[in-house]
């Protein structure tokens, strides 16, 4: 064994255990190297349904399947040793009720390895929650701006200001006494998810929220700028590399087709190397 003994991941007692503490650090992840860059990083990463958007190229998130949760949870997974990972429920795989969540949370967290689950909806899935919690689910609930009631939300608008604050405190407080170990405020107003984080007992993430939360989270392709036309006004962008990837690409498309590439040093001789030889 190892003198130095390998930092144990978090896990959602540990996470719950933050709140008020030093706030907490997540991004999205779909892929085993981006998950290795961020390890290190984040408290917890999140695989999220937002790969179907990011990776897919779906219009939304509704499309996103079980399936392919499972396989880029499972992608992430191997990225991981430092990181607690918890992986989206997609649409439609708890909506129906607690028996329903319980059977695809299962199956997301045993073909993954996931740490917990996420799922969206405050007060009318606080019944899912208790039931998951009990069974021996972690979930982090997600209130606020919920991407798969996006049909019924009229668009991907602030959800909470004005006669509707107490609706979503109200999530809040049904989430956290329903068990969740943390909740995602989504899109929320500053000064509501500044109340909400002081009166809920569980830690809040927030996404264009408040840098009061308990914790951030964002897409990692935004926040690395792989996007150009889309930019949501609470991402940062810490790197632009959308555009160096293009132009990269039509360099190496250039050098191809002026036959510049692959030049002497990419090519291989046409007589094995002498022994020894690196070359």
């Known amino acids: 064994m190892s003198a130095t003994a390998r930092k144990k991941a978090p896990n959602a007692e540990d996470i719950r255990a933050r709140k008020g503490g030093e706030p907490l650090v997540s991004l999205t992840a779909y892929t085993t190297p981006m998950a290795r860059l961020m390890d290190a990083h984040c408290d917890f990463v999140l695989v999220g ?24 949870g499972q992608a992430v997974a191997r990225g991981l040793e430092k990181a607690m990972m918890v992986i989206d429920m997609p649409f439609a795989s708890y909506e129906e009720g607690p028996a329903q969540a319980f059977r695809n949370a299962a199956r997301l967290m045993a073909e993954t390895g996931a740490g917990a689950v996420k799922l969206e909806g405050g007060v009318e899935m606080a019944e899912t929650i208790r039931f998951l919690v009990r069974r021996g689910i972690p979930v982090m609930a997600h209130i606020g701006l919920t991407p798969q009631s ?17 609706a979503v405190l109200a999530d809040a407080r049904a989430v956290a006494e329903a068990g969740a170990f943390s909740v995602v405020l989504e899109k929320v107003p500053q000064g509501l998810a500044d109340r909400i984080t002081a009166e809920i007992p569980i830690p809040t993430i927030g996404i264009g929220a408040s840098a009061g939360c308990d914790g951030q989270i964002l897409v990692v392709d935004d926040m690395l700028g792989f996007f150009t036309a889309f930019k949501p006004k609470f991402v940062k962008r810490y790197a632009e590399l959308g555009p160096l990837a293009e132009a990269a690409i039509a360099e190496y498309a250039a050098e191809v087709r002026a036959r510049t590439f692959p030049a002497a040093e990419h090519v291989f001789a046409d007589q094995a190397p002498a022994k020894g030889s690196r070359k």
């Open 150 to 166: 996006i049909n019924t939300l009229g668009g991907y608008k602030v959800q909470g200001r004005d006669d509707q604050a107490e």
């Open 49 to 72: 349904d937002s790969v179907g958007m990011v990776l897919h190229g779906l219009t939304s998130t509704l499309g996103v399947t079980m399936e392919m949760m499972i396989l880029h």
